[in-house]
C-alpha cells in the first residue's frame, strides 16, 4: 500500500516568505506527527495531531509556526517570514493508534527539504 | 540537553561482522525504545523496538539490547550486509500522547560496511 508521502520533496524560499508544506499520511492512521530535522542531527519533534485534533504543539520553535489538520487526514505545516535558521528537513509520520504488535510504530515520509536563502 | 545521544557520528564494518551501535539517554522516565534506519533522501524506516520491562529484542540479524541501570542501548547487526548501509537513529519514548508516542531521537550513527 501506499505510504506516507510528503510535497514538496524540496522548497527554496527567500528570507520572510511564508511556505506550507503537505503531508499524505497512510490511509486509516490517526496520529500524524510533524518533525524538524537539522544537518546532522536527529528529528526533533514538533507537533502532533489525532484526527483533527492537535493535541500536542510544544514543539514548534515559534508562533511563526503553525500545523492543520482540519478533516484528520491530509496535515499542512505553515511557516511564516521564514528565517535561514527554519532551514531543515521537515518530516512527517504516521502511525495507527496502537501498531500491529503493540509498538506504535510511526511510519515516516521521505521529507521536505527547506533551504532559506 | 541532548536525551538520547549516540557518540559516534561514523562507523565502518567489513561486510560478514558484526555492527554495534551504541546508544545512550539520561531520562530515566523512557520506557520504550526504538532503533530507524535511514537512506539518503528517504525518511527514517522502523528496524526493531525494545521496552524497558525486556533487556533483549531478536529479530532475524537484528538485535537490541538495553541496558537500564546504565541507560544505555545497543543494536548489534549481524553478519553486516552491504545494505546495512546507512544512518541508524535510536529513539526513545516516556511519553505516551493518547495512544501515540512522542519521541525523543539521537543525532544517528552513519554505518558503512566494506565489502
Known amino acids: 500500500g501506499a505510504g506516507v508521502s510528503q510535497s514538496p520533496r524540496y522548497k527554496v524560499a527567500k528570507r520572510g516568505q511564508d511556505v506550507a508544506l503537505r503531508c499524505d499520511p497512510i490511509?486509516?492512521?490517526?496520529?500524524l506527527f510533524w518533525y524538524q530535522q537539522a544537518l546532522g542531527q536527529g528529528p526533533e519533534f514538533l507537533t502532533y495531531?489525532?484526527?483533527?485534533?492537535?493535541?500536542?504543539k510544544s514543539g514548534l520553535p515559534s508562533d511563526r509556526f503553525f500545523a492543520e489538520r482540519p478533516e484528520g487526514s491530509v496535515s499542512t505545516l505553515k511557516i511564516q517570514r521564514t528565517q535561514q535558521e527554519d532551514s531543515a528537513v521537515y518530516l512527517c509520520?504516521?502511525?495507527?493508534?496502537?501498531?500491529?504488535?503493540?509498538?506504535?510504530?510511526?511510519?515516516f515520509g521521505p521529507g521536505t527539504r527547506l533551504t532559506v536563502t | 540537553d541532548q536525551q538520547v545521544k549516540q557518540n559516534s557520528p561514523s562507523l565502518s564494518v567489513q561486510e560478514g561482522r558484526i555492527s554495534i551501535l551504541n546508544c545512550d539517554y539520561t531520562?530515566?522516565?523512557?520506557?520504550?525504545f526504538l532503533w530507524y534506519k535511514k537512506y539518503p533522501a528517504e525518511g527514517p524506516t522502523f528496524l526493531i523496538s525494545?521496552?524497558?520491562?525486556?533487556d533483549k529484542n531478536e529479530d532475524g540479524r537484528f538485535t537490541v539490547f538495553l541496558n537500564k541501570s546504565a541507560k544505555h542501548l545497543s543494536l548489534h547487526i549481524v553478519p553486516s550486509q552491504p545494505g546495512d548501509s546507512a544512518v541508524y537513529f535510536c529513539?526513545?519514548?516516556?511519553?505516551?500522547?493518547?495512544?501515540?508516542?512522542?519521541?525523543?531521537f539521537g543525532q544517528g550513527t552513519r554505518l558503512t560496511i566494506n565489502p
Open positions: 509520520a504516521s502511525s495507527p493508534v496502537e501498531g500491529p504488535s503493540g509498538t506504535y510504530e510511526q511510519y
Open positions: 490511509s486509516g492512521h490517526v496520529s
Open positions: 495531531f489525532q484526527n483533527e485534533a492537535q493535541l500536542d
Open positions: 531520562n530515566s522516565m523512557f520506557d520504550y
Open positions: 525494545i521496552s524497558s520491562i525486556k
Open positions: 529513539a526513545a519514548s516516556g511519553e505516551i500522547i493518547q495512544g501515540a508516542q512522542k519521541l525523543v
